[in-house]
Structure formats: structure tokens, C-alpha cells
């Protein structure tokens, strides 16, 4: 499986309607192993149901079939990518993979769930065309990557979109909710006027791209909100006696997630969701690059899952005593899970003790040819030693050139892609550099270059044995997986855990932690009616034009408007804009009363 880069989206997605102006959708996340389903009746012509789906899944991938199959007056799904996301891959299959009979036998094989709790047994003909795009968009994956996905390793959710508030993605423009509406309009800083950014403190892209998910799609279930904001913030009024604000109150506890959290890498959730993949075919060739790499990468994940599973008895600590019903849970469902010991001591019959997750490059190779345990093959023993002897070799060779040509300054760096090379900086080179240096190329203050020493050294070691002793313990990796895939599971459980509580401990707690103890007051949600605070004045501002009776331009108008706020608002005052940030004949003009405004409201809050 191909590792997806940085915050990239990581969901393909499948579209298919009838003539009865119902849309079916199936979203694969990628990097999640999660398979979101949708059916509904486009009620527009213009399609703004499925434009909200697709602007909040934010697709690499869109695949369609090759017949439009529009009712009158509607532009078909195929068309519909064509017009308004032409930047989007989108891949057309026949339509005969679009089979809805296919897609619910893979998804009663795939999905972690049992069939039965996701009513797939009872709404088998009302999802029928999203089973369809299921069946497609799986196919094309595992054609497409080379991989088959793991039994009962993903998690499928139904008709997600109605668990979930819809926001078009005009009002989420307007709203400013993930970009700010007028960039120019603000400065350089302009990115920490969207709510997305003010809150996107979280430390794992998983953590980022689930707030992301939240913002789009607030949740509508008052339970679940309500558990939530049970870890968070203090209650008022009738519901104070239940309440468990113990992030903010248990200063153990908070700093206790925040600590076991930095544990992970930006990418953990991706790596433990690697388990849901496996390869097609495994090759035995000696030198299959392929192979090569697959070892590498397999290797990495197994060190990192390792890591994380050395962390949870920290999470069980911090956890313990733990009163709300989320916190509780997780607990429960992962603390007090046995899967989760039976995986680690697998891991311990193969992979060596002293084996950590490493970010530096070369200490990170290293782990990978010394991950497996010494005494399985004796061909990997070998090619360890004579890796340790050349790597001796190479530093005592920088250590030559700093005696001899005079370079105390001289660096041995490593990366993946060439290995090492030396680094010597401009001001310790007097003249020409000796003709001994090949390859130099200028960086920065330094220039980094080899020598034909070097290149020998690492063409006969660092890469060839490097990688050939990796490929002497590809069975031993490919065994271990297979039997961590037995509880495949539990690792999509325990990255979902772990992007949860990066949302709610990095983000949210951490933004309320930052502020005055009164800034945030815990909202009541209640199916009937609803609570405000009492107000002593209301200011609005809709929109200003040139005002001819008083012989004023549009900046003079809203300057005078912002002058009478600025003169009679108050803490318990509110505001109400239409377009905060409109672009109009005067746009400096509005920025300048509004950050008029805006600095006294911080002023007087």
C-alpha cells in the first residue's frame, strides 16, 4: 500500500444515481480503512446534496460509471465532475462494477462491524445503490494499489450524512468555518481567521483532518455531544449535578493525555490502519526492489505499532480513576482489551526488545536492519555485520578527510534517497575544494558533495546489503503480519481512539485551557426549545453603500456606523454582521472599522 503524504485527502469515492433522482455515494478513507455509504434523493438540479458530500470528503479519486442516467433537467454525476472539480482525477469503470449484489457480500466480509448492527440485513434495497459504488470503488482500489483489504477490518458506516448537521458549501464559505472568505482582506495572518484554524492545535493529521470532519458536519446526536462535553467544560443550572468537566479540573489527567500523546507521530493513524492492506502477491526474487521496499515500509509499521502498544499501559494509568462516560469507555474498550497484549507479545517473538520508533533517517534504517531478532536466519546475521563494519568504515573515512584536509567543520549527514554525503561549509573552504570531492552542489551556507570512497562504501553496503538483509527476513515480517491481521480489528479501533483524543485533548481542551477561566460557558442542547443570554443592545451592519442625502461615501458611512458601536457596546452588547468580510468599492475601509470593533470587543470581554 502506497503511503499517502502530509494532510493530503485520503478518500476515493464512488458515485452512481438512477433515474429517480437518487444518488448513492461510498467514500473510502484511505487512511483510515473507513467506508462511509449515502443514499438520498437529489431534491436539486444543481446537486448541492452530493457538491456537500463531495466538498466535505474532499476526494483524490471520483469514480463514476459510464452512462449519466439524469432525469430530465439534471446534469448527471459524470457531468457534474467534469464542470465543477476538473482538478479531480476521475475514473470512469463499467457498469457492470457498480454491482449492489457484490457490494454487500464485501461489505458483510469487510466490514468490522457485524452485518446485523449495521442494518445491512434490514435496508439491504433501500442502500442499494451505494452497495454499488462500494463494489466499485473497493475494486478499483485493490486493482489500483495492488492489495486485497483485510477480513473484518473496516469501519463501514450507513447514511452518516444524517447522523451529522449539513452545511452547503457556500454557507461554509460564507461561515468562514475552514478558509477565511476575503485572504487579502486580513494580511499574512489571515489563515487564524477561520474557526478550522483557531482551533487546529492537534499534534496527528488523523486528529486534524477528524476536526476538519466535525466542523463540516457537526454532529446532531445531544448524547454524544453531550459526552463530549462532559470531558470538557463546567455545566450550569439543572444539569450540575451530573456533569464531569475533568479535563479542566483534573490537571493529571489532561496533562496525562497530553504526554501520552506525544508519543505518536504525525502519521500514526495511517500506520496502525496499514494492517487493513495486505499485498496480492509476494515474489521471492533475491533483488525485487519491490519486495525491497515493501519490507522497509512493513517493518516500519510493525516498530510503530510496537510503540504504541508500549504506550497504552501509560493511557491505562492516566485513564484509571476516569469518571466521564467517553473517557470511561476508552478505558474499557482499549485499556482493559487482552487483543491488545496478545499482539504486543507476537511482536516480541520477532522483533527485538531495544527496537524503538525512530524520526532520524539513519537511526530509522538502522532500526529497520536490526528490527528482527538475532539467531532467526543466519544469511540476515551476516549481512547485519558486515552493515555495522562499513558503517564503521564510512565515519572513520569523514574523520580522515577532517584530519588531512584541514575540515573540522565537516559533516556526515544521511537521508533515504542518497545516503550519506558530507556537508562542509563555505567559510572553512579556502579556494577550490581538492579534486578528491565529486558531486558538489551548493545549499545554503554549506556545500554538500561525495567522494568516490564514499560512493564505493555505500554501493557495496549501505544499499545492497542494507536491502538484501531485508529481504532475507521477508518471511518472518509477512508471518507477522498475517497473524497481527487476526485482530486487524482492534489497531482501527485503537487509531480512531487516538485521533479522538487528540481532537478533544490538543484542540479543544487545549484552546479553553489557554483563555480566562469564565471565557467558555458550556451550551445546553435540547430535539424543543432554546437558552440565550440576555443582551443589552443589538448593533447590526448589512451591507453600506454611498449615502447621498448626507453627502457620504461608503467609508465615511461605515466609519460612522463603527463610531456609534465603538460608542455604546458593552460586554453583554451584540453584534450582528451579514458578510463580515465583504469585499465592497472600500473593502480598506470596512477592515479598518472593523478591527476598530474588533480590538474593543477584546478590550471590554
Not at 460564507?174 to 487564524?192: C, Q, V
Not at 475533568?246 to 504526554?259: I, P, R, V, Y
Not at 497473524?483 to 481532537?503: N, W
Request: with cysteine; aromatic share 8%.
Amino acid at each position: 500500500m502506497e503511503d499517502d503524504a502530509g494532510e493530503q485527502s485520503s478518500f476515493v469515492t464512488g458515485l452512481i444515481q438512477n433515474r429517480a433522482k437518487e444518488v448513492g455515494v461510498a467514500a473510502f478513507d484511505l487512511r483510515s480503512a473507513a467506508l462511509h455509504l449515502s443514499q438520498y434523493i437529489e431534491t436539486s438540479s444543481s446537486y448541492q446534496n452530493t457538491k456537500t458530500l463531495l466538498h466535505f470528503y474532499d476526494p483524490t479519486v471520483i469514480i463514476v460509471s459510464p452512462n449519466k442516467l439524469a432525469p430530465d433537467g439534471m446534469v448527471g454525476v459524470s457531468e457534474l465532475i467534469d464542470r465543477f472539480y476538473p482538478s479531480v482525477r476521475k475514473v470512469v469503470m463499467a457498469r457492470g462494477c457498480f454491482d449492489d449484489t457484490k457490494g454487500a457480500v464485501m461489505i458483510k466480509n469487510l466490514a468490522a462491524k457485524e452485518p446485523s448492527a449495521l442494518s445491512l440485513d434490514t435496508y439491504y434495497k433501500q442502500y442499494y445503490l451505494c452497495l454499488a459504488a462500494a463494489a466499485a470503488i473497493i475494486k478499483w482500489i485493490e486493482a489500483e494499489k495492488g492489495v486485497i483489504v483485510t477480513n473484518h477490518s473496516l469501519s463501514v458506516t450507513f447514511n452518516g450524512s444524517f447522523d451529522h448537521m449539513n452545511i452547503d458549501a457556500t454557507s461554509v464559505r460564507n461561515l468562514e468555518i475552514i478558509e477565511p472568505l476575503h485572504s487579502a482582506l486580513w494580511g499574512t495572518s489571515n489563515k487564524k481567521r477561520s474557526l478550522f484554524h483557531m482551533l487546529k492545535t492537534t499534534k496527528t493529521i488523523g486528529g486534524t483532518r477528524l476536526l476538519r470532519a466535525n466542523l463540516l458536519q457537526p454532529l446532531k446526536d445531544i448524547e454524544t455531544i453531550n459526552t463530549r462535553l462532559d470531558c470538557l467544560t463546567k455545566t450550569t443550572g439543572i444539569m450540575v449535578l451530573i456533569a464531569q468537566d475533568e479535563l479542566m479540573t483534573n490537571e493529571q489527567l489532561f496533562f496525562g493525555l497530553s504526554q501520552f500523546l506525544r508519543k505518536f507521530p504525525k502519521e500514526t493513524d495511517r500506520v496502525l490502519c496499514h494492517f487493513c492492506f495486505k499485498p496480492k502477491k509476494v515474489t521471492s526474487k533475491v533483488l525485487d526492489v519491490d519486495n525491497a521496499k515493501k519490507s522497509q515500509t512493513l517493518i516500519s509499521s510493525i516498530i510503530l505499532l510496537k510503540t504504541a502498544l508500549d504506550a497504552l499501559p501509560l493511557l491505562a494509568k492516566v485513564l484509571k480513576d476516569a469518571q466521564s462516560f467517553l473517557l470511561a469507555n476508552i478505558y474499557r474498550s482499549v485499556c482493559e482489551n487482552e487483543k491488545y497484549a496478545s499482539i504486543r507479545k507476537r511482536i516480541g517473538e520477532v522483533i527485538d526488545e531495544d527496537v524503538l520508533h525512530a524520526r532520524v533517517p539513519f537511526v530509522a534504517r538502522t532500526q529497520q536492519c536490526f528490527a528482527i531478532k538475532g539467531g532467526i536466519d543466519g544469511l540476515l546475521d551476516i549481512a547485519r555485520r558486515s552493515f555495522c563494519d562499513t558503517s564503521e568504515a564510512v565515519h572513520n573515512l569523514a574523520n580522515k578527510y577532517r584530519e588531512e584536509l584541514k575540515l573540522p567543520n565537516l559533516k556526515l549527514p544521511f537521508n533515504n534517497r542518497q545516503g550519506f554525503y558530507l556537508s562542509i561549509p563555505h567559510k572553512d573552504i579556502q579556494g577550490k575544494l581538492p579534486s578528491t570531492f565529486i558531486q558538489v552542489v551548493k545549499h545554503g551556507n554549506n556545500i554538500h558533495c561525495s567522494t568516490l570512497e564514499l560512493a564505493s562504501l555505500l554501493d557495496d553496503v549501505l544499499i545492497n546489503v542494507g536491502e538484501n538483509g531485508q529481504l532475507q527476513h521477508l518471511a518472518a515480517v509477512f508471518a507477522l503480519v498475517d497473524a497481527i491481521r487476526e485482530d486487524v480489528s482492534v489497531l482501527t479501533l485503537l487509531a480512531e481512539v487516538l485521533c479522538l483524543l487528540d481532537m478533544i485533548v490538543n484542540s479543544f481542551a487545549h484552546t479553553i485551557s489557554t483563555k480566562p477561566v469564565d471565557r467558555y460557558t458550556r451550551p445546553h442542547f435540547t430535539a424543543h426549545f432554546s437558552t440565550i443570554r440576555v443582551v443589552d443592545r443589538i448593533f447590526t451592519r448589512m451591507g453600506t453603500v454611498d449615502n447621498l442625502e448626507s453627502n457620504s461615501s461608503t467609508f465615511m458611512t461605515e466609519m460612522k456606523e463603527t463610531a456609534f458601536v465603538m460608542q455604546n457596546v458593552s460586554e453583554r452588547s451584540l453584534i450582528v454582521m451579514d458578510e463580515l468580510g465583504r469585499a465592497t468599492s472600500s473593502s480598506d475601509g470596512f477592515a479598518i472599522a472593523w478591527s476598530c470593533c474588533e480590538h474593543l470587543l477584546s478590550l471590554k470581554a
